[in-house]
């Protein structure tokens, strides 16, 4: 790599480094904006005892759902895991450990562990069980808990146009998760479906800087949409 | 008669008003958007990341790139704006949505509300519904009055474990709308045919019955 070329030319050498044991934040909402070639390629590496943070798992064989199939994710933080059967059978006989954590809370704690704040309060979950074991404090007269931040060892982001040097944007509802699990990675890898110059993205228009991107990678991407609905 | 599915979202339809940002769960909240009224322009939020969601596209603008909360394709209609997930929440935590609507399992006199999880059974997760029931003033719950076996939903204290505390203030419910104020359910309006002892029986928590309970009516 040549100064802000963050370039890498295989989904292997886009993935290096990736160890048995490590977080992994994926970016992503159901199957829209999912970084599906980079957990392609972490299926085809084999790692195992992953913890993976993701709003969601993904579905039977397609998106996280992969992961299940050699039973390499061994924890997931997640708001909603419904519409995957194999997650359901892992879950049931505790070969799987599933953290349950409200999305507006997924979404903060990783904007929080990327912006170098190591917890945070929030009204969110407060009087359920979501907030039992937690700290609580009372500002202007309301409860808080207090929730920490998540730092991936690996985060993987799907975007739709970056340059070189790793500005990245993202393409309509597909951004979701992204931004934030861009942020909070030690190494930050993006998939993209089209890489350009420098100079070519609008700078005000550049959703994830290239300073938080460690290597960017162009593929190609099924899409895979959960529910098609469609007006006659 | 029991309202139906159609009833209960045109009767929380009339509570929307002109500028509201709103946010609609899945279910009955849904089809709400159906019966927005002539003169009012609403805002629909998705916590996915969609300030101003549009109709269903039609097979030439489906895009998978273009999904609502409940992970269908949708639209973005003009002068929607589409942002992060971090920053869909902080509009929802700040208290910035105008009005919520969801559906739940139990509602207690104290505006606690149980929705995600039923002990024994698989749970799936709570999704946005936490932070949307922890940032909002103004929720209108709706759900069914009692169970398939006439157990009350409405309650002295929710059984199942909570999605969030003291945060409803309505409920519409099949058989009636609701508000919950100082510990009990104040019954506001009744159905169709419903009869005041019917919502009564029906409903275990704290109920106040104004002398007067007008009935809901709709158009045919």
């Known amino acids: 790599m040549a100064g802000f070329d963050k370039r890498v030319s295989s989904y292997k050498e886009a993935m290096e480094g990736i160890e048995s044991g490590m977080t992994v934040i994926a970016g992503g909402f159901g199957l829209c904006g999912i970084p599906e070639n980079l957990i392609a390629e972490i299926k085809r590496r084999g790692v195992h005892d992953l913890t993976v943070v993701s709003n969601n798992c993904g579905v ?87 929730e920490e931040a998540i730092i991936g060892d690996f985060a993987i982001v799907k975007g739709w146009k970056a340059d070189r040097y790793g500005n990245v944007m993202y393409r309509h509802t597909a951004q979701n998760f992204n931004p934030m699990a861009a942020t909070a990675g030690k190494i930050t890898v993006v998939e993209v479906e089209e890489i350009v110059e420098p100079g070519e993205l609008e700078p005000s228009q550049i959703h994830t800087p290239g300073i938080y991107v460690d290597r960017i990678i162009q593929g190609t991407f099924e899409k895979r949409i959960e529910k098609r609905t469609v007006r006659s | 008669m029991a309202l139906t599915r159609e009833q209960m979202a045109q009767r929380v339809a009339r509570e929307l008003q002109d500028g509201f940002y709103v946010n609609l769960g899945i279910g009955i909240p849904t089809l709400v958007a159906n019966y927005i009224p ?99 003033d103004n929720i209108i719950c709706t759900m069914t009055h009692a169970s398939k076996h006439g157990e009350s939903k409405l309650l002295e204290k929710c059984e199942l474990p909570l999605t969030g505390a003291g945060c409803i203030n309505r409920v519409l419910t099949d058989l009636a709308y609701l508000e919950i104020k100082d510990g009990a359910f104040i019954l506001k309006e009744r159905a169709p045919g419903v009869s005041v002892e019917e919502i009564v029986e029906k409903t275990a928590g704290k109920l106040i019955v104004p002398d007067h309970v007008p009935e809901m009516s709709f158009d045919a």
């Open chain 1, 60 to 146: 039977d064989g397609f998106g996280l759902g992969i992961l299940l199939e050699d039973r390499q994710i061994s924890k997931i933080l997640a708001s909603y895991v419904g519409e995957n059967a194999l997650f359901e059978k892992q879950m049931l006989n505790d070969e799987i450990e599933v953290v349950l954590t409200p999305q507006g809370t997924l979404a903060e704690k990783m904007r929080a562990g990327g912006a170098g704040i190591p917890a945070f309060y929030t009204a969110t979950g407060y009087g359920t069980p979501i907030g039992e074991g937690k700290e609580v404090r009372v500002f202007n007269d309301r409860h808080y808990i207090l």
């Open chain 2, 38 to 136: 002539d003169g009012i322009d609403v805002m629909l939020q998705s916590e996915n990341g969609l300030l101003g969601m549009g109709r269903y596209p039609t097979e030439e603008e489906l895009d998978a790139d273009m999904i609502n909360a409940g992970k269908e394709t949708v639209t973005a209609r003009p002068g929607a704006a589409i942002f992060s997930s971090a920053e869909s929440f902080a509009m929802i935590r700040g208290g910035h949505v105008d009005l919520t609507v969801l559906g739940a399992f139990e509602v207690d006199q104290q505006g606690n509300i149980a929705s995600w999880m039923i002990p024994g059974k698989l749970i799936k997760g709570m999704g946005g519904a936490m932070d949307l029931v922890a940032g909002a």
